[in-house]
């Protein structure tokens, strides 16, 4: 399967009057005319209270969903031109997930889960897939429990197992919804500054959808939501 390549924009990702309606008798608008534009390198938190739209927009945003109306450009690329089976590919090698509840499958170990994007993408298990898993485990800390199921991990490793897992694929865009709301303030504090880490060490462009306003406030940018329209870009 082929994946696109980088488009002509500057622009990591590029939103122009997005739209989002469900239903067809009776129709819920729940993203109004969206306009947002995402540099490579951000460290953006998304916030507003519940029923703003947040996780419609980071649905769009991360290519599990599409728009009803208006365009969505990733690294240049018109999201409306590709087929599935292409924005699937973009999808699994260019943007990583971390969610309030981690996913990771218990059977396996902590090493097993990071590796599961490249192993989806290869096809098989491979000596440079574990080392990449390896290295990542060590840097967010987790060395010595690369072996551990994730069942035998708390919630602040496993928490730490998934936000590697999102990096295994080296994407520009790692989208985190609510990554630290599941955590005590000890773990989820970890967890942020890894986020951090990560964007400064190696430019990765971080979304995160948050209601902490401890944690937004530590962001570079942060985009506000109100009835599913940008109320407030600072």
Not at 57 to 78: E, K
Request: hydrophobic fraction near 40%; include cysteine.
């Amino acid at each position: 399967m082929s994946v696109p390549g980088t488009g002509n924009s500057d622009a990591l990702l590029r939103l122009e009057s997005v739209t989002k309606d469900y239903g067809t008798r009776i129709v819920t608008h729940v993203l109004r005319g969206i306009d947002l534009v995402v540099e490579p390198g951000e460290f953006m938190a998304l916030t507003g209270p519940s029923g703003s739209g947040k996780t419609t927009l980071l649905n769009l945003i991360g290519l599990l969903d599409r728009p009803t109306s208006g365009r969505i450009a990733f690294q240049g690329w018109d999201i409306a031109q590709l087929n599935e089976s292409e924005t699937t590919a973009l999808r699994g090698r260019s943007i990583g997930f971390v969610f309030q509840f981690h996913h990771l499958l218990p059977a396996f170990t902590a090493q097993e889960n990071v590796m599961l994007p490249l192993l989806a993408d290869r096809g098989r298990r491979d000596a440079e897939m574990e080392d990449r898993a390896s290295a990542l485990l060590d840097e967010v800390g987790l060395a010595d429990r690369a072996s551990y199921l994730a069942v035998e991990l708390s919630g602040g490793e496993q928490q730490r197992v998934a936000l590697a897992r999102s990096l295994v694929m080296r994407p520009p865009l790692v989208l985190a919804d609510e990554p630290t709301g599941n955590l005590d303030s000890e773990s989820g504090a970890q967890v942020f500054r890894l986020l951090r880490a990560f964007n400064e060490r190696y430019g990765t462009t971080f979304v995160i959808v948050t209601h902490d306003d401890r944690l937004a406030v530590q962001c570079d940018r942060t985009v506000h939501m109100v009835d599913g329209r940008v109320d407030s870009d600072t």
